[in-house]
């Protein structure tokens, strides 16, 4: 799986990582060493920094708090697990995963949503409960 990235607001730039160095780094905008660091990348011109919270506002326009850099990285990696579990088990079973993907009912997003969260051990069980109730 690729590298989890989180969008900064609305700009180009992508929260990578957060990060604790305990012996502190420099920051890539700053001459600042810190020790709660943000790693970002433009996503249009492949720029990386490293930058505390303050350079992180001067560098994207937008204050990120800890919690806030925290929460959309985890809702980023939740994201992409969803993403690998629906491709995994479209590999493994095609048809019903067109037929899913096509269904708009409460019922279908149901089960899509089980199968993208649950384990791979209970996609045979989603199957079977899909095909029942169509």
Known sequence: MDAVTAQIGTTDWHLT?????????????????????????????????????????????????????????????????????WAEFTAEYPQIANQLAADTSPSAAEVKDEIKTGPSYRWAHWVRVYQTRH
């Open 17 to 85: 990582g957060i990060r604790t160095s305990h012996a502190g780094e420099t920051c890539g905008h700053c001459p600042r060493t810190l020790k709660n660091l943000y790693d970002i990348k433009n996503s249009q011109t492949g720029q990386t920094m490293t930058v505390g919270r303050g350079c992180c506002k001067k560098v994207t326009g937008w204050t990120l708090a800890a919690a806030e850099a925290a929460r959309i990285l985890r809702v980023a990696e939740r994201q992409a697990r969803k993403v690998a579990a």
